[in-house]
């Protein structure tokens, strides 16, 4: 198995059939169409210009590029990967098909903790910066319907709603080409996750703040928690204190004890 083969999400079957009989409007199709814009968006957004997006095309054969240049196309074509590939997008259920979620993990979601007076932290190498909860409802919405699976052996189809992590990052203007880890922890930095600058971009990756049609509750991560369905349960964290995009792999909770530090469905784990 090559690379490319061994990060594609499996989609059994049965899923595959279900996404035909969906209309127009199924999610994979409407994704893909939001993402094409948003792809060529951040590409002449940050190249100033379709004419210069235009020359760096075609002077690419050439091996001249200023380095930076160079490195702004290279992350352009990382967030393209995903973007035009549907196999590589997580497999969506009708609505129907979700059920009540269990509450399965409470490291770093202290009791006493306030959802009202939240506030969230973001650094970059350039810049940090802090979000309220009504910056980040008012970013583009997506909802979507995937299933959660957790590493001891459980799953679940659920439905979220909330901002690409994507939008979040290119809207505010915080990628930096260096950024290769998105590292996420909880406001007390009890829990704390990191993740490979390819899949926080992916178009499914969600900043959600609803779950299954109500407000997310706090045992469930209010006011914002990271929904990755590429990865397992243990990516998926609750109560977002903090997101800070870095060139080093960051440290991860569940990595520190075993796990496999890609939590990616598909690859192997532990
Ligand atoms: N802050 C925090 N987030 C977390 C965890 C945790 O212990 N703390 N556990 C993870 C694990 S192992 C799972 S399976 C999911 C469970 O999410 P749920 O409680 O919404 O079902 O949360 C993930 N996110
Ligand atoms: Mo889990």
Redesign the pocket.
């Known amino acids: 198995m090559n690379e490319e083969e061994q990060n594609e999400v499996n989609i059994p079957k049965e899923v595959v059939i279900a996404e035909k009989e969906l209309d127009e409007k199924s999610l994979v199709k409407q994704l893909n169409r939001r993402a094409f814009v948003n792809v060529l968006g951040a590409s002449i957004l940050s190249l100033g210009g379709f004419a210069s997006w235009k020359w760096i095309i075609s002077s690419e054969t050439e091996g001249d590029l200023p380095w930076q240049l160079r490195k702004i196309h290279e992350f352009n074509e990382k967030v393209a990967r995903f973007y035009f590939n549907p196999k590589k997008l997580a497999p969506t259920f009708p609505k129907e098909m979700t059920k009540d ?9 202290d009791e006493s903790f306030e959802p009202d007076n939240w506030k969230l932290n973001f650094v970059n190498e350039k810049t940090s910066k802090v979000f309220s909860i009504e910056e980040i409802k008012k970013l583009p919405v997506v909802e979507m319907v995937t299933e ?5 052996g ?1 799953s ?1 189809i ?1 439905q979220w709603k909330g901002t690409p992590l994507y939008e979040f990052l290119e809207k505010n203007k915080l990628l930096t080409p260096n950024a290769k880890y998105v590292s996420i922890e ?1 406001p007390d930095q ?2 704390y ?1 990191g993740i490979d600058i390819e899949s926080a971009l992916h178009p499914q990756t969600l900043l959600a703040y609803e ?1 299954n049609g109500e407000p ?1 509750s706090k ?3 209010a006011p914002l ?2 929904v990755i369905p590429l990865k ?8 977002i204190g903090k997101i800070e995009l870095t060139s080093k792999r960051p440290k991860d ?2 990595a520190e004890r075993g796990y496999d530090w890609y939590g990616e469905i598909g690859r192997a784990h532990v």
């Open positions: 979620m269990y509450e399965n993990g409470d490291v770093g979601m959660f699976k957790c590493i001891e459980w679940r659920v909880t009890e829990y996750v779950m997310l045992g469930h991560g928690r990271l397992y349960g243990v990516k998926n964290i609750k109560r909770y569940w």
